[in-house]
């Protein structure tokens, strides 16, 4: 990851230069989160992404989370035909049915591992990397993020392939990947330094890196 001044001069990650990226960089990527209902929005979104610019996401986030009933997870995971025609005629969202529908069906994945782990976060959280990779150069995909990947396509889940899971991950803090000269890059490091790592309520079995 490099660095790129921005309009006001301050160094961030090269592809935060401009809003809405500048906003979103600065108060929420890396920032470690355990709270289901973020982590479920952001597993979605990343889907939806998929073949797509996060800007255009980010863009249309709003509309996304009414449309989504905030992505609460029992209540997407109650969705049938009728919200998924409602969807489709969603000119503020991505209108792709498979997307719509692994949305859907990840919710009621997302309830079951809910059970399974006792949260959402606890489950996600067992992948954090003991030692950060070193790489002078972007990585996509991790031995972590393809675990992930994994472990939640043998649970059923939809567009969660190990690129995607990375990028959750990065945004959801189990990472950090700022530059280490951005302006954001200290600010993640003692947050993630602060932040109780969720366990899970029972043994759940991890696909090995």
Known sequence: ?????????????????REPETAYHDTEWGFPVGDDTRLFEKICLE???????WRTILLKRDNFREAFAGFDIPTVAGFGEREVERLLG??????????INATINNAARALELIDEAGSLAAFVWQFEPDVPA?????????????ALSRALKKRG?????PTTMYAFMQSMGVVNDHAPGCVTYEPVVRARERFTRPTPAGAVPLSSP
Request: charged share 15%.
């Open 134 to 146: 070193a790489s002078p150069e972007p990585v996509t995909t991790t031995p972590e993020s393809g």
């Open 157 to 161: 889940w939809k567009f969660v392939g």
């Open 90 to 99: 969603n000119a503020g969202i991505i209108r792709h049915r498979g997307k």
């Open 47 to 53: 889907g939806f992404q998929s073949g797509l610019s």
């Open 1 to 17: 990851m490099t660095t790129l001044p921005s309009d006001d001069g301050v160094l961030r990650c090269s592809w935060a230069s």
